[in-house]
C-alpha cells in the first residue's frame, strides 16, 4: 500500500508529539537547579546534587534542539511563523538554556571569572525561567498567538513574507495569557517534583533523600491543583476545528473535551499517565524506601504530554491557532513540507530507536553507582 501526505503529515505530528514529551520529562534537570539551595544545606550535598544534574543536563538540551529540528523539517510554516514571530519568547528560552550549558561547563573550574554563586544563579534563571517560558510557548497551541498567513506575499518581491506578527511584543504577550502562564507554572511544579525523585533514585544519601521526599509532596500539592485547573479551562473552552471539505476554520465549542471523547485511546492514554504520576508521588511521599518514583512520574508525564499533543494537532484541530485571523491558523496539513521532503525525513526518522537505546545505555552507564559524597569528595566530580 503507497503511504500517501495525510499518513506523513499525521506520523510526523506524532515525532514531534513525542519529542515534546520527552522533553517535558527531562526538564527535571531544570527542575532539580530550583531545589539546589532547598535540598542541599552543604557544600558537599550541593555538589552531590550538581553533579546529579550535570550528567543528565545535555540530553534536555539536545532534545531541545531535536524539537525545534524537527519541527523545522516537518512543519516549516510552524517554524518561520512562530520562531520568526514570536522571536522575543523563543529567544529568552534559548537564552536561558545558553547560559544553563556555560555554567556547568565552567562552574567548578578553577579561577573562573565569575565565580561559582554567579554560575548557580544563572542555573537558577534556566531552571526558573527556561521552564515556565516552555511552557507559555506550549500553551499557545490552544490559546492562539497574534499571527497572519498570506501566501500570496511569496509573488512580492519587495516582502516575500508568508507570516507577519501583528503586535510589536512579538512573543511577549504569550505571557500575558493566564492560560499559558498557568500551563508553565504547572509544567514548573511538575519539574519541581520529578527532580525530587530523580534524587531520590539517584544519590545515595538519606539526608538527601529525606530532603527530597519531603519536597515531593510540597510541590505535588500546587501541582495537582494548577494541572486540574488547566485541564479543567482547556476541555470547556472554545477551539478550532478544520472543515475537511471547504478548509475552512471555525470555532467549536468545548473542541478539545469532544476531541478526547472522539479520540477514546487519547482518552485512555492520558489516564494511565495521570495514574502512573499520581502512583509516583503518592508512593515516594509516604515511603521512606521506595527509589522508582521517577520512572513511574517519567512515563506517566510522556504519555500525558503525548495526549495533549494529540488533542492540540489530530482530529482536525489547528495545533496553531490565529487569534486575529482564523483562517491563517496552522493544521498539519497546511504547515507541512512537502511529501518528498516528509518522505525523505521519515527514512532519516527511523534512526530514532537507535538514538533513544544509546541514550537508554548512557544513562544506565552513568547511573551505574548512585551518587556518594565519598566519590565527591575525591575530586573525581565534573561539575
Not at 71 to 99: C, H, Q
Not at 228 to 247: Q, R, S, W
Not at 266 to 293: D, N
Not at 332 to 356: A, D, G, K, Q
Request: proline letters at 3%.
Amino acid at each position: 500500500m503507497e503511504l500517501n501526505e495525510f499518513f506523513y503529515q499525521h506520523y510526523w505530528w506524532f515525532i514531534i508529539s513525542l519529542l515534546g514529551a520527552l522533553l517535558v520529562f527531562l526538564l527535571f534537570v531544570q527542575g532539580g537547579q530550583t531545589l539546589l539551595t532547598t535540598i542541599a544545606k552543604k557544600p558537599i550535598e550541593k555538589t552531590m546534587l550538581v553533579n546529579s544534574l550535570g550528567r543528565k543536563w545535555e540530553f534536555t538540551f539536545t532534545t531541545l534542539v531535536v524539537f525545534g529540528g524537527a519541527f523545522f523539517a516537518s512543519f516549516p510554516l510552524f517554524y518561520s511563523t512562530s520562531f520568526g514571530g514570536a522571536y522575543w519568547l523563543w529567544m529568552a528560552i534559548l537564552f536561558s538554556f545558553i547560559i544553563q550549558a556555560v555554567s556547568y561547563e565552567y562552574r567548578s573550574r578553577k579561577g573562573n571569572l565569575l565565580g561559582t554563586k554567579v554560575y548557580d544563579i544563572f542555573l537558577l534563571i534556566n531552571g526558573v525561567v527556561g521552564i515556565i517560558l516552555l511552557g507559555v510557548a506550549v500553551g499557545t497551541f490552544f490559546s492562539g498567538a497574534d499571527f497572519k498567513v498570506d501566501k500570496e506575499n511569496l509573488m512580492d518581491i519587495y516582502q516575500p513574507v508568508i507570516s507577519t506578527w501583528v503586535n510589536p511584543y512579538h512573543g511577549l504577550e504569550a505571557i500575558a495569557d493566564w492560560r499559558n502562564l498557568l500551563l508553565g507554572v504547572t509544567v514548573f511544579f511538575l519539574a519541581r517534583v520529578q527532580a525530587s525523585l530523580y534524587f531520590m533514585n539517584n544519590i545515595a544519601d538519606e539526608t538527601i533523600f529525606n530532603r527530597a521526599r519531603r519536597q515531593v509532596l510540597i510541590n505535588a500539592v500546587p501541582f495537582v491543583v494548577l494541572f486540574l485547573i488547566f485541564v479543567g479551562a482547556t476541555l470547556t473552552a472554545d477551539g478550532y476545528e478544520l472543515n475537511p471539505v471547504n478548509g475552512e476554520v471555525f470555532v467549536r465549542k468545548y473542541k478539545y473535551f469532544f476531541n478526547l471523547i472522539e479520540m477514546p485511546w487519547v482518552a485512555v492514554m492520558f489516564l494511565i499517565g495521570v495514574v502512573s504520576v499520581l502512583y509516583a508521588i503518592i508512593r515516594a511521599a509516604f515511603s521512606k524506601t521506595w527509589i522508582c518514583g521517577i520512572w513511574y512520574s517519567g512515563i506517566g508525564t510522556v504519555l500525558v504530554v503525548l495526549s495533549l499533543f494529540f488533542l492540540a494537532g489530530y482530529n482536525n484541530t489547528p495545533y496553531y491557532p490565529s487569534a486575529v485571523d482564523l483562517q491563517s491558523s496552522l493544521t498539519i496539513y497546511n504547515s507541512s513540507s512537502s511529501l518528498f521532503t516528509l518522505e525523505v525525513m521519515t527514512v532519516v526518522s527511523f534512526l530514532v530507536p537507535f538514538v533513544l537505546a544509546y541514550i537508554v545505555y548512557a544513562w544506565r552507564a552513568m547511573d551505574k553507582k548512585p551518587i556518594t559524597e565519598q566519590e565527591m569528595e575525591s575530586g573525581e566530580h565534573t561539575y
